[in-house]
């Protein structure tokens, strides 16, 4: 008889950098022990998989008005709480380093390099007008029948 491999997935619906760090820890944590591992970002979640740099795109009013206000990149993610201007994740990202500790675009590629599904909400991409030329190279497009075909037969399922 042959073990079915445990699965996790996560959904990523926060923006803020302290969630997607647990999310990302987590999803780490998961992968080491051999699960499958799925992170759906959907909404704020799909700013930890925003490139840095801004690309020159052709969208509209309100698609552009959503790229300026919204952060570029995990690194720029805000904290949920004790955000302080944006002081709050520069005090964060001190006491990480001072810790040895992964920053959050060290665990997206650690999550990459382990092999975590890493996929983009195709319809909140829609809503927000963001574009894959936006988003980190090698990841997944799907819709919510995806993560549920995911989900369905999950070992471990977390919204965060």
């Given at each position: 008889?042959?073990?079915?491999?445990?699965?996790?997935n996560i959904i990523?619906?926060?923006?803020?950098?302290?969630?997607?760090?647990?999310?990302?820890?987590?999803?780490?944590?998961?992968?080491?022990?051999?699960?499958?591992?799925?992170?759906?970002?959907?909404?704020?979640?799909?700013?930890?998989?925003?490139?840095?740099?801004?690309?020159?795109?052709?969208?509209?009013?309100?698609?552009?008005?959503?790229?300026?206000?919204?952060?570029?990149?995990?690194?720029?993610?805000?904290?949920?709480?004790?955000?302080?201007?944006?002081?709050?994740?520069?005090?964060?990202?001190h006491v990480i380093?001072?810790?040895?500790?992964?920053?959050?675009?060290?665990?997206?590629?650690?999550?990459?390099e382990q092999d975590?599904?890493?996929?983009?909400?195709?319809?909140?991409?829609?809503?927000?007008?963001?574009?894959?030329?936006?988003?980190?190279?090698?990841?997944?497009?799907?819709?919510?029948?995806?993560?549920?075909?995911?989900?369905?037969?999950?070992?471990?399922?977390?919204?965060?």
């Amino acid at each position: 008889m042959t073990e079915q491999k445990k699965t996790t997935n996560i959904i990523l619906f926060s923006g803020d950098y302290d969630k997607a760090m647990a999310a990302y820890i987590i999803a780490n944590g998961a992968a080491a022990y051999d699960h499958e591992v799925t992170i759906f970002h959907t909404f704020w979640g799909l700013n930890a998989l925003r490139k840095d740099e801004p690309l020159a795109l052709k969208k509209g009013f309100l698609e552009k008005m959503f790229a300026r206000m919204m952060p570029r990149g995990a690194d720029k993610m805000g904290l949920s709480n004790m955000n302080f201007a944006g002081m709050g994740p520069k005090m964060i990202k001190h006491v990480i380093k001072k810790h040895n500790a992964m920053t959050l675009p060290q665990l997206v590629e650690t999550a990459r390099e382990q092999d975590v599904k890493l996929v983009a909400c195709t319809m909140t991409m829609d809503l927000l007008g963001l574009q894959q030329e936006e988003l980190l190279e090698n990841i997944e497009y799907a819709g919510v029948a995806a993560y549920l075909a995911d989900a369905e037969d999950g070992n471990v399922n977390l919204f965060i």
